[in-house]
């Protein structure tokens, strides 16, 4: 059985930020409020003319073109997303079209904010069974067009982006030392849009109390996040005969500072060795672990051969952490 080795990252931001500065004009907010609550000052959004499959492209591009491989190579492209371009086609064949990806076959994985480390997942089984040698796996979201603007428990929280992971089959084990998924269909309530889909579609006859808005109820979702984190990281870390001890770098969910510090805490692990950019994007969902990873390589904060656990938590509810060697 073939390992996965790891080739070049990317990433595909949106050129509009969004501070709290401006949101407090907007709704009934201030930037300590926010900056207080969350740990966010600003987010990007995306413009009219951008969607998901743009910032998923100028990702992927951009991995591509680092690591020098072109994009006839490419035989399985992956977009995890909850906010896809169409309900079909796949945001990944729009993706695949955009870049000439010809070869590659294409799909979409659906598991919002843990979608890039349960796509580590399949990727990983695709490449380890044969069933592909070169992979692009790219998380991407823009939740600012399901974010209602009106109410100030959200709409501070979300922002826009897409990040992209090149990867190879290889001999031997390879440098993704394992994965770790789980989910809590019971608990869905707690964060969901809930109009849109079949239930309640969108469009002539939609029902009002059935928006096609993000729904949370913060403190159940602070409550799980915390907890099915940490057990995700514990459980990556033992299946990869791994400790707290041994990560370069650890690579939580950005979703609010708060969350990510108890986890930091609760694990044990240095101040020093917990990446943060909340404050700089709040959470972009499935694009969050990526772009965190893409940074922290640009920046020198992992470097070849530094073992980096990447975890999240999102809808589902869903949670997954992975540990890897870069």
Same mark, same amino acid.
């Given at each position: 059985?073939?390992?996965?080795?790891?080739?070049?990252?990317?990433?595909?931001?949106?050129?509009?930020?969004?501070?709290?500065?401006?949101?407090?004009?907007?709704?009934?907010?201030?930037?300590?409020?926010?900056?207080?609550?969350?740990?966010?000052?600003?987010?990007?959004?995306?413009?009219?003319?951008?969607?998901?499959?743009?910032?998923?492209?100028?990702?992927?591009?951009?991995?591509?073109?680092?690591?020098?491989?072109?994009?006839?190579?490419?035989?399985?492209?992956?977009?995890?997303?909850?906010?896809?371009?169409?309900?079909?086609?796949?945001?990944?064949?729009?993706?695949?079209?955009?870049?000439?990806?010809?070869?590659?076959?294409?799909?979409?994985?659906?598991?919002?904010?843990?979608?890039?480390?349960?796509?580590?997942?399949?990727?990983?089984?695709?490449? =380890?069974?044969?069933?592909?040698?070169?992979?692009?796996?790219?998380?991407?979201?823009?939740?600012?067009?399901?974010?209602?603007?009106?109410?100030?428990?959200?709409?501070?929280?979300?922002?826009?982006?897409?990040?992209?992971?090149?990867?190879?089959?290889?001999?031997?084990?390879?440098?993704?030392?394992?994965?770790?998924?789980?989910?809590?269909?019971?608990?869905?309530?707690?964060?969901?849009?809930?109009?849109?889909?079949?239930?309640?579609?969108?469009?002539?006859?939609?029902?009002?109390?059935?928006?096609?808005?993000?729904?949370?109820?913060?403190?159940?979702?602070?409550?799980?996040?915390?907890?099915?984190?940490?057990?995700?990281?514990?459980?990556?870390?033992?299946?990869?005969?791994?400790?707290?001890?041994?990560?370069?770098?650890?690579?939580?969910?950005?979703?609010?500072?708060?969350?990510?510090?108890?986890?930091?805490?609760?694990?044990?692990?240095?101040?020093?060795?917990?990446?943060?950019?909340?404050?700089?994007?709040?959470?972009?969902?499935?694009?969050?672990?990526?772009?965190?990873?893409? =940074?922290?390589?640009?920046?020198?904060?992992?470097?070849?051969?530094?073992?980096?656990?990447?975890?999240?938590?999102?809808?589902?509810?869903?949670?997954?952490?992975?540990?890897?060697?870069?």
């Amino acid at each position: 059985m073939a390992g996965v080795r790891f080739l070049s990252t990317g990433a595909g931001l949106p050129d509009r930020v969004l501070t709290n500065a401006d949101l407090a004009k907007m709704v009934d907010t201030t930037d300590e409020w926010i900056t207080d609550r969350t740990g966010i000052k600003e987010r990007r959004i995306a413009g009219d003319d951008e969607a998901t499959s743009d910032l998923s492209a100028r990702a992927a591009r951009q991995a591509l073109e680092r690591a020098g491989v072109a994009p006839t190579d490419v035989d399985l492209v992956v977009v995890a997303t909850c906010t896809p371009d169409h309900l079909f086609p796949s945001t990944a064949c729009l993706v695949q079209k955009a870049l000439g990806l010809t070869k590659a076959m294409a799909f979409d994985v659906s598991a919002a904010c843990s979608g890039f480390v349960y796509g580590l997942a399949v990727v990983k089984g695709m490449l =380890e069974t044969g069933q592909a040698r070169t992979a692009l796996l790219i998380g991407a979201d823009t939740l600012s067009r399901f974010t209602d603007w009106t109410d100030r428990g959200t709409c501070v929280l979300f922002g826009d982006g897409a990040g992209a992971l090149l990867m190879q089959a290889t001999d031997g084990p390879g440098d993704l030392l394992s994965v770790f998924t789980g989910s809590e269909g019971a608990a869905g309530d707690v964060l969901c849009i809930p109009g849109g889909g079949s239930r309640h579609p969108a469009g002539a006859g939609a029902v009002p109390k059935h928006p096609a808005h993000i729904k949370m109820d913060g403190r159940e979702v602070f409550k799980h996040a915390v907890a099915r984190m940490i057990e995700a990281a514990t459980a990556a870390l033992a299946k990869a005969g791994k400790t707290p001890a041994d990560l370069r770098l650890l690579i939580p969910h950005q979703a609010n500072l708060r969350i990510i510090d108890a986890i930091a805490k609760r694990i044990a692990i240095p101040n020093d060795r917990v990446f943060r950019n909340v404050q700089k994007y709040g959470n972009m969902s499935a694009a969050t672990t990526v772009i965190a990873l893409d =940074e922290a390589v640009q920046a020198g904060q992992v470097r070849r051969g530094d073992l980096v656990e990447l975890i999240a938590f999102g809808a589902g509810l869903t949670w997954g952490a992975a540990v890897l060697r870069w």
